[in-house]
């Protein structure tokens, strides 16, 4: 039973649009939210995390924003470039850290 | 160079031949674990270790075991594969600090197994 979905499977969006993509999760215990980015013949690599503490974490072009009772996370970059183009996943897992609960990803394009 | 290394990258086998996927990483990290990667599922965990000779099953052990002997290393083992593990296969490493601050686990490359 996946605990973290991604319902999007793809997403284009114009270079210096917008992008925003979406996560829902099930389990009320999850504390921590992470966004990883793959390319393909690569594996993840870190993008951006927030806690539950907080509602919104910033780094350069990349925002998450956490709407807890809502169980939904979304990722907005702005602007996107077409080197943002990739896989796109998101991640949950509890306050222990042990263990993580990966979406199915959404394939960002980026059109020039 | 920080990394995650796995070995092989690519393998084609044949039903219930025993293999070992290496991992090793080399900074140090006490957090270490396997996933797989299918279509339309997502990353799904396997197993995990929080230190040498501490593992724990993740969410979809069956077919699989692993061990951590060294801090450095941690090889899944199929003892008997099937099919149904013929997947795209990631070791990640974690220094158990990181969890809320700015980093979180680094991935190695992917090995992509095929059972015939």
């Known amino acids: 039973d996946q605990q973290v979905k991604q319902n999007s499977p793809s997403l284009s969006v114009q270079e210096g649009r917008i992008s925003i993509l979406n996560c829902d999760y099930t389990?009320?215990?999850?504390?921590?939210f992470l966004w990883y980015k793959k390319y393909p013949a690569e594996g993840p690599t870190f993008l951006i995390s927030i806690s539950s503490i907080k509602d919104k974490n910033e780094d350069g072009r990349f925002t998450v924003f956490l709407n807890k009772s809502a169980k939904h996370l979304s990722l907005h970059i702005v602007p996107s470039q077409p080197g943002d183009s990739a896989v796109y996943f998101c991640?949950?897992?509890?306050?222990?850290?042990?263990?993580?609960?990966f979406g199915t990803g959404t394939s960002l394009t980026v059109i020039p | 160079e920080a990394q995650v290394t796995q070995n092989p990258r690519y393998l084609i086998t044949v039903t219930g031949k025993k293999l070992t996927v290496t991992c090793s990483q080399n900074m140090n990290h006490e957090y270490m674990s396997w996933y797989r990667q299918d279509p339309g599922l997502g990353l799904r965990q396997i197993y995990y270790?929080?230190?040498?000779?501490?593992?724990d099953k993740g969410d979809v052990p069956e077919g699989y075991k692993v061990s951590r002997k060294e801090k450095r290393n941690f090889p899944l083992i199929l003892e008997s594969p099937s099919p149904n593990q013929t997947s795209l296969y990631f070791c990640a490493s974690m220094g158990l600090g990181a969890l809320f601050n700015t980093d979180t686990q680094y991935f190695g490359p992917g090995t992509r197994l095929t059972v015939l």
């Open positions: 389990n009320s215990m999850f504390d921590y």
């Open positions: 991640a949950a897992s509890d306050l222990a850290g042990n263990q993580f609960y």
């Open positions: 270790s929080m230190n040498v000779e501490v593992t």
